[in-house]
């Protein structure tokens, strides 16, 4: 397994880079995956990160503030189209969150991978104010600091480091997702999956997705930053999949998403079919959290 770690923007400031750092070895100690056999439609914990140890997380106020916008955001997300934010608290103890479920998720999907993805934020940071937590299915976040409509470009690439493809063919992938990268913004709930057709080497399938908090210009620009950075990394690979704090692409040689015609509001069922893939990783970071 290798490593790749990006770490850009000084912000002049040790308590700063401290700060990126340790967010980087966390999520780089969570999303490590040596060898994992999994299904396109599993659902996993890709990574998380958590701010420094606060001994006033702990404290009643907090955790009952937390519990009240965790339980919001299990109820309210899967009957809103998959993405609800919120807040709770009053001055000094408010607290931000949101959760995003990715575009093809059922309402049943949605409200369970909200919350794993609660769970794993409690048991993983329980004495952190500022937490990410990524699943294949969803991502959640809150803050004691209000961050909604504000375009976070940190970004974590998976990819499995010896599953190289033709030439040719990535030239045609990266041609494609930049593709959904342009259009994904334009889309109702900045959502937006394909298949690309390469002839005798199959198919390609990529997804592109932009949390719905932020603006259509700055999904675009998210998105766009995320195939710059990892290119070197995801370039030359038949599958990979990036995960920010803003946006998302997952880009494979299997068909990965689910067929879903209807929103996750109004309850679709997911097709039953399962693929099998087995992947190794690979993560570059960027550590560009603006949030102290």
Not at 140 to 145: F, H, I, M, T, V
Not at 156 to 181: C, E, Q, R, W
Request: hydrophobic letters at 40%; a neutral charge; charged letters at 20%.
């Amino acid at each position: 397994m290798n490593y790749t770690q990006i770490v850009k923007e000084d912000r002049g400031s040790e308590e700063m880079e401290t700060f990126h750092l340790a967010i980087v070895c966390v999520i780089l100690s969570a999303i490590a995956l040596s060898s994992c056999h999994c299904h396109a439609i599993t659902n996993v914990n890709t990574g998380f990160v958590c701010s420094e140890a606060d001994g006033s997380a702990t404290e009643n106020a907090f955790q009952t503030n937390l519990k009240n916008l965790l339980d919001t955001l299990v109820v309210k997300v899967p009957v809103s189209n998959g993405f609800y934010k919120t807040e709770t608290g009053k001055k000094s103890n408010k607290l931000y969150g949101l959760v995003q479920c990715r575009g093809d998720m059922s309402a049943g999907d949605c409200a369970n991978c909200t919350k794993n993805a609660a769970a794993a934020a409690l048991k993983e940071c329980p004495k952190s104010k500022q937490v990410w937590t990524w699943f294949t299915w969803c991502f959640l976040r809150y803050s004691d600091q209000s961050f909604f409509g504000i375009m976070d470009q940190a970004s974590a690439a998976i990819t499995n480091d010896t599953d190289f493809d033709d030439p040719y063919v990535v030239s045609k992938g990266l041609d494609f997702m930049g593709g959904l990268a342009s259009t994904a913004p334009n889309q109702p709930h900045m959502f937006q999956k394909a298949v690309l057709d390469v002839g005798k080497s199959g198919k390609r399938y990529g997804m592109a997705q932009c949390t719905l908090d932020i603006n259509r210009a700055d999904c675009g620009k998210c998105l766009d930053s995320q195939l710059t950075l990892f290119r070197t990394i995801i370039g030359n690979k038949r599958g990979w999949e990036t995960y920010g704090s803003s946006c998302f692409m997952w880009y494979h040689d299997y068909l990965f998403y689910f067929n879903i015609s209807t929103p996750a509001s109004e309850g679709a069922r997911r097709p039953s079919s399962h693929i099998g893939v087995t992947i190794g990783v690979i993560i570059g970071m960027l550590a560009l959290l603006a949030v102290v």
